[in-house]
């Protein structure tokens, strides 16, 4: 089974290191940003947890501002024709979840991740949310340790034989039926969540979308985000099939 149980010391070995390119001179960073949330038992009081070990959601807020800024940087450069638009739909596709663990699995975090039994038991090393969030805790982790050069060398290792296929021909799902609403006057798409399931730490949702009159069409992701643009997708070849 992938990832780490509670309680056991993730294998920080030397492939893992080689793997990421650096080597931790605080290697307590990487372990806190491969430590699950369900692998953090809560003190009781304040003592407690400020000696607990941490996980890896505050990693993972700065790992996401670092990526941004690196693959904003990259694509500045290499694209030096293109207007903003068409760089933030390529950006758009470089960051998201997907994109993300992706490159977790190719590096192999889902063997490293830190994981409460039930987590892992239930296949959480390689849920995409876990993933995903833990990648950019590693980039954070890394940005810390060894300064922005390094992450940044990190990020295009990772994300350069990435960088051109991000589609910036078309807009992404959401975008188009907005844009395919507007042209006939029907105002914007209305979405709803329609169900949120699963833990706190990794949930998924469901969400609908309809446009005017029309019927709603659905979709089930891991992030809200994610459920939006399915439920766009599924609704725009609904709209074209009904011409």
Known sequence: MSGTARGAVPQLDDDLAQTIGHVFKRPALLSEALRHPSAVTPGNSKTRRRSAPRHYERLEFLGDRVLDLVIADLLWHRFAGEREGQMTRRLAGLVRRETLARVALDIGLDRHIVLSPSEAASGGARNISNLANACEAVIAAIYLDGGLKTAAGFIERWWGPLVDSADAS??????????????????????????????????????????????????????????????????????????
Do not use: C, I
């Open 170 to 243: 078309k807009p992404d799902p959401k975008t188009r039926l907005q844009e395919w609403a507007e042209r006939r006057g029907l105002g914007l798409p209305a979405y709803r969540v329609v169900a949120m399931e699963g833990p706190a730490h990794g949930p998924s949702f469901t969400v609908a979308v309809r446009v005017a009159q029309s019927d709603e069409a659905s979709a089930t992701a891991s992030s809200k985000r994610a459920a939006e643009t399915g439920a766009a997708a599924a609704l725009l070849e609904r709209l074209s099939g009904n011409g």
